[in-house]
């Protein structure tokens, strides 16, 4: 796990028209037309996931997000063990780290909130059980509310990694997902919000930041509907084998002996390193 610290870094009702019969508590209506609404398939090798701020203060700390979404520790799980067994190019965790001293917002939200939610936060080394990085996975550090500000140096990392995708999930949906997303999405990234992996401090104000900018400033999937579209677009890998001799030429291409085995395999081209496709020869 490779951590980096912002601060030494350089570098409902009440919805529009065209979101009225989408219902984003009931999320089964949107299963079909979030898949069959972009064309583009996902090239994994090219998108990055983004888990923003899924640490003890937003969640098993603050009753006020958890009350409405009780499904939100399982969602969060599976969207990141999906991506894992896809091997997106990079898995990023940001946590948010508030101060007075790295955080000139930080006065004037203590102003209008005069105490009612905590303005300092500063994480401890703890991880919610359901959602913790494994090695190789970036952690960051952020004094502001987009994971792009602050000196996080997200921007040069998904430059430099060339990320053309950024998924996006975690808290506060209308807060930290929402500007972060927004960063992303300014810098021409395109810009995906897995809806189920986020949480907010109540299911309208969740609602409200999606039914805003949902497919108007990022694309918004489930965590079931982008495991589909991941799932669709996985490339096969190619086997390379040496072989004693071809034998034969069919409508399925080559079929070749395979010089460890002597076991007959469909092939598509008959050279010295072949790719092969899956299973026996069986004609």
Not at 69 to 92: A, G, T
Not at 193 to 217: I, S, T
Not at 225 to 233: I, K, M, P, T, V
Request: hydrophobic share 35%.
């Amino acid at each position: 796990m490779q951590v980096r610290n912002s601060h030494n870094v350089r570098s409902a009702s009440g919805l529009p028209p065209h979101k009225q019969e989408k219902t984003f508590h009931n999320t089964a209506p949107l299963e079909e037309s979030v898949r069959s609404s972009y064309c583009s398939p996902l090239d994994a090798s090219r998108t990055a996931l983004l888990i923003v701020d899924v640490q003890p203060e937003y969640w098993s700390e603050c009753p006020a997000v958890r009350k409405d979404f009780p499904d939100f520790p399982s969602r969060v799980s599976s969207l990141i063990q999906n991506c894992r067994q896809q091997n997106l190019k990079r898995i990023i965790w940001v946590r948010a780290s508030y101060d007075y001293d790295h955080s000139p917002w930080l006065h004037q939200f203590t102003r209008i909130h005069r105490g009612r939610i905590p303005p300092v936060v500063k994480p401890s080394s703890r991880w919610e059980d359901f959602a913790a990085p494994v090695e190789g996975e970036l952690v960051l550090a952020k004094t502001s509310w987009s994971s792009t500000s602050g000196g996080t140096g997200l921007l040069d990392i998904l430059e430099n990694d060339g990320i053309e995708t950024v998924l996006v999930c975690g808290l506060i949906t209308s807060v930290c997902v929402q500007h972060s997303a927004f960063g992303v999405f300014e810098a021409g990234y395109r810009t995906i919000l897995v809806m189920d992996a986020c949480a907010d401090r109540g299911l309208e104000r969740h609602e409200a930041a999606l039914a805003l900018y949902g497919d108007y400033m990022y694309e918004l999937r489930t965590v079931d509907s982008l495991y589909q579209e991941l799932e669709e677009h996985t490339p096969i890998k190619a086997v390379s084998l040496c072989f004693d001799e071809c034998i034969a030429a069919n409508q399925h291409g080559f079929v070749i002996k395979s010089q460890s085995d002597g076991s007959l395999t469909c092939a598509t081209s008959c050279d010295d390193s072949i790719s092969m496709s899956s299973g026996a020869y069986d004609d």
